[in-house]
């Protein structure tokens, strides 16, 4: 049966709702990991030693270039295979995906960095000034307020990236709208829609308001 049914609507709901709310789950723990990662990977290639600038970027070129999907089952299965089978699904979901957005999130910090005045920088220098000093009151204060409206669209792309999880058991919505059609035989489309609704119903307005900072901020730099 694939005609409307309002009925499977009301029946599929508190499926749907609750892999919602593991969708939102999934974004807070990834998007922590993606946010402080991130930080720490672009300070690495500002003021690392040469190898670990180069390691670290070259790690985090393979993240960028390789899709998402395919790392999500490779960690999977060697986490599952050699490392600790009893790891669950959300865990190792949201840490691939955390780590897989702190290599964008990360090269915004680093152009929050390289827009920092050179003079600042001089100055800090003449001034003799220690790196923690020079980073956490003239480089973070700044590097955060220019990178903030960078930051929040890589996590709101990354929270419609959750249903990708559901390859490996992540009773997100999508898996949830599925489990269902496949007990009933019946409500993907509903289950489908829900999944949409709810997705752009949190999505949207966080969009907006990452769209008003971002033209506060550079409006503010003029």
């Not at 957005?101 to 390289?114: F, K, M, V």
Request: hydrophobic fraction near 55%; charged fraction near 15%.
């Amino acid at each position: 049966m694939n005609e409307w049914n309002n009925d499977t609507v009301v029946e599929v709901f508190p499926a749907m709702w609750e892999g919602f709310i593991v969708v939102l789950q999934v974004t807070l723990v990834a998007g922590l990991i993606a946010v402080l990662l991130g930080l720490l990977v672009a300070i690495a290639e500002r003021i690392g030693p040469p190898w670990v600038r180069r390691v670290v970027s070259g790690v985090f070129q393979f993240i960028r270039n390789t899709p998402l999907l395919v790392q999500v089952l490779f960690v999977w299965t060697a986490t599952s295979l050699y490392i600790n089978p009893e790891w669950s699904a959300f865990a190792v979901g949201s840490a691939v995906l955390g780590v897989h957005y702190a290599s964008y999130t990360s090269e915004s910090y680093r152009a929050g960095i390289e827009a920092i005045p050179v003079g600042q920088w001089e100055a800090a220098t003449a001034l003799s000034l220690p790196t923690h000093r020079v980073w956490g009151a003239i480089v973070l204060p700044q590097l955060l307020r220019r990178s903030s409206a960078a930051v929040a669209n890589w996590i709101i792309a990354m929270f419609k990236e959750v249903p990708t999880l559901f390859v490996i058991g992540v009773l997100e919505m999508i898996a949830q709208a599925q489990k269902y059609q496949g007990q009933h035989y019946d409500g993907a489309v509903e289950g489908y829609t829900i999944a949409g609704i709810l997705f752009l119903a949190a999505s949207y307005p966080v969009a907006v308001a990452a769209r008003r900072l971002e033209n506060r901020l550079a409006k503010s730099h003029y």
